[in-house]
Structure formats: structure tokens, C-alpha cells
């Protein structure tokens, strides 16, 4: 079936330092995936952090950015300068267009210390 | 209003027991779901209603039940608890297929 790894965390990053959370999927049924990362901050729901249906191209929301690499089944989350407010849970997740079930992984903590 | 409520936000249950639990949004979205999560693992489709019609996964299928009276409310029902089923249940909803999806804050079920 169709499966997504990601990062295992928590990960802990000082404020201002650079991150990536990766992310790979397998998408044995589905030949051309649509790639998301959800995010869920503390005392809020999973919400959409940023979406992409196109393999080469990227994906930005909020400062964090993530391109769909078909070759390497890939889709990393990264963001240049994180802030203490980044600090939450991120899933990686897949799907397919016009399908129903989105596929998650187990998500990342990340931990941003001030 | 773009919120996905779920009712209630604890909820402690007795092995044998039967368990309701409760979601409703007010965007008109034609797709209802219902996720497990537990500590550490992904969160697992258990079903989803299309307008009307239930579709359960097939590994979870004899364990849930859910009913959806009109669009805005969908419940998820186990007729006898276990210590199993104790995890948070996150509701979704979609406007369409392939769309985003909108999470309430989840139900953590404990099974005692």
C-alpha cells in the first residue's frame, strides 16, 4: 500500500538556525501523488500548511517551502530562519486527485528553543 | 467559518461499553471523515461519508459504525469498547475529493 516516512523527532532547533524535515513516500497505487504537509500547532486542529499536485514543482506557506521530487520520491519540508512560534507537529501526507483517502505519516515535533 | 467541531474533547469510556462521539461543520462540505491517532503513529483513516454514503476501510470495518443524519453532523459509534481503541479520533471535512481537509481538535477516547 501507499506509505509516507518522515523524520523522526522530536527535532529541536535553536530560533534563527535553518531546518528540514524529510520526507519520503511510497505511492504504490497512485502514479503521480498529490504531496502536503499538515501542521498542528499546540491547542489547535491539523491544518494545511502548504500543498503540491505537480512533481518538480514547490510549495511555500508561512516561510517553509518543499518541491515534489518524483526521482527521489521525496518532499522535504525546509525553512531558513525558524521562529519560536514554529513549534508544533508537522505530517507529511499524500493523496490523489479526485480520490478520497490521504495517506499520513507519523509526524515530526519540532522544537524551536529561543 | 471555516471550524470543524468535535464534541466532547476528553472522553473516558469502560471496557464492554459503547462509545458515541461527535463532529459537525457548518462549510457544506460534501465529505465527512473519521482518523485514528495513536502516540507515535500515523494518523488512520477508519471511514468517510460521501454526502450520504459510508465508506469504511476494510481492515477497520467491523469495528466502527458512524451515522450522518444531514450534511454539518457525523458521528463515529463503537458498540463495545476495548482497551484498543483508547487514542485521540480526529473528524475531517473536505469540499470535495483530492481537496484540502479541515481537522477538529480531536476526542482523546480513554478505555479503562
Known amino acids: 500500500g501507499d506509505s509516507v516516512t518522515q523524520t523522526e523527532g522530536p527535532v529541536t532547533v535553536s530560533e534563527s538556525e535553518s531546518l528540514i524535515i524529510n520526507c519520503t513516500y511510497s505511492a504504490t497505487s497512485i502514479a503521480y501523488p498529490n504531496l502536503f504537509w499538515y501542521v498542528r500547532y499546540p491547542g489547535e486542529g491539523l491544518q494545511l500548511l502548504l500543498k503540491?499536485?505537480?512533481?518538480?514543482q514547490k510549495g511555500s506557506s508561512r516561510g517553509f517551502e518543499a518541491t515534489y521530487n518524483k526521482e527521489t520520491t521525496s518532499f522535504h519540508l525546509q525553512k531558513a530562519s525558524v521562529q519560536e512560534s514554529d513549534s508544533a507537529v508537522y505530517y507529511c501526507?499524500?493523496?490523489?486527485?479526485?480520490?478520497?483517502?490521504?495517506?499520513f505519516g507519523s509526524g515530526t515535533r519540532l522544537l524551536v528553543s529561543p | 467559518d471555516t471550524t470543524v467541531k468535535q464534541n466532547p474533547r476528553y472522553k473516558l469510556a469502560r471496557v464492554g461499553k459503547p462509545v458515541n462521539l461527535i463532529c459537525s461543520q457548518t462549510?457544506?462540505?460534501?465529505?465527512m471523515y473519521w482518523y485514528q491517532k495513536k502516540p507515535n503513529q500515523a494518523p488512520k483513516l477508519l471511514l468517510f461519508?460521501?454526502?450520504?454514503?459510508?465508506?469504511r476501510e476494510a481492515d477497520t470495518f467491523e469495528k466502527f459504525q458512524s451515522s450522518r443524519p444531514n450534511n454539518s453532523f457525523c458521528s463515529l459509534y463503537i458498540g463495545s469498547a476495548g482497551l484498543e481503541y483508547s487514542a485521540m479520533y480526529l473528524c475531517a471535512s473536505s469540499r470535495d475529493k483530492g481537496e484540502r481537509l479541515f481537522f477538529g481538535h480531536g476526542t482523546k477516547l480513554s478505555v479503562l
Open positions: 501526507a499524500l493523496g490523489r486527485t479526485g480520490g478520497y483517502k490521504v495517506v
Open positions: 503540491v499536485i505537480t512533481a518538480g
Open positions: 461519508y460521501y454526502d450520504k454514503i459510508l465508506n
Open positions: 462549510m457544506n462540505h460534501d465529505t
